[in-house]
């Protein structure tokens, strides 16, 4: 299994095309595809669906107040996703105190309970089994050109994506 979460601020999100569609999936017979759109949650959009469940999870989980997951959401996501540097999304390093970056924000060491910590997972860096088909998409296809340094958008070159395993989610995925 892997986990692809997007590292640049200046894509909105990248559409995994050449992997099993989900179209094509016949329920009886097969898995459903993985074709999809993975995006990195952006804290400048209130109606995106991450802070809802972050709102909704971490407050209710944690006894946090809307502001403090508000608050944290956005130090969350630069934790896990770093524009520089490997994407972390273990559960170690998700769960810390967010109040000693910013003190309106919460604090997630006390421990996050694994189903709330499977949802924020999900949103941050979505999972992926390794098919023949995924493993070709990450060797030539779709997903070997979002993630290569050389990827250009207007101009800015630079890796889109980055791949970890999802045992620990940080190990580079190969």
Do not use: C, H
Request: glycine letters at 8%; proline letters at 4%; zero cysteines.
């Amino acid at each position: 299994m892997a986990r692809i979460g997007v590292i640049r601020t200046d894509v909105g999100a990248v559409f995994l095309t050449d992997i099993e569609t989900v179209s094509q999936w016949a329920a009886s017979l097969e898995p459903r595809g993985q074709e999809r759109r993975v995006y990195r949650p952006n804290p400048e959009v209130a109606t995106n669906t991450f802070y809802s469940i972050v709102d909704i999870l971490l407050a209710d989980a944690l006894n946090l107040t809307a502001a403090e997951a508000a608050a944290a959401a956005p130090l969350l996501i630069l934790r896990a996703l770093p524009t520089t540097g490997t994407i972390n999304v273990s559960q170690a390093n998700i769960e810390f105190d967010y109040s000693g970056i910013d003190a309106a924000a919460g604090d997630l060491s006390g421990g996050i309970e694994a189903t709330t910590y499977q949802n924020l997972v999900d949103e941050l860096a979505p999972n992926f089994v390794e098919t023949g088909v995924f493993l070709t998409s990450f060797n030539s296809g779709v997903i070997s050109k979002y993630a290569d340094a050389t990827f250009s958008v207007e101009g800015v070159a630079g890796a889109a994506i980055e791949v970890v395993s999802s045992d620990d989610g940080v190990t580079p995925f190969a």
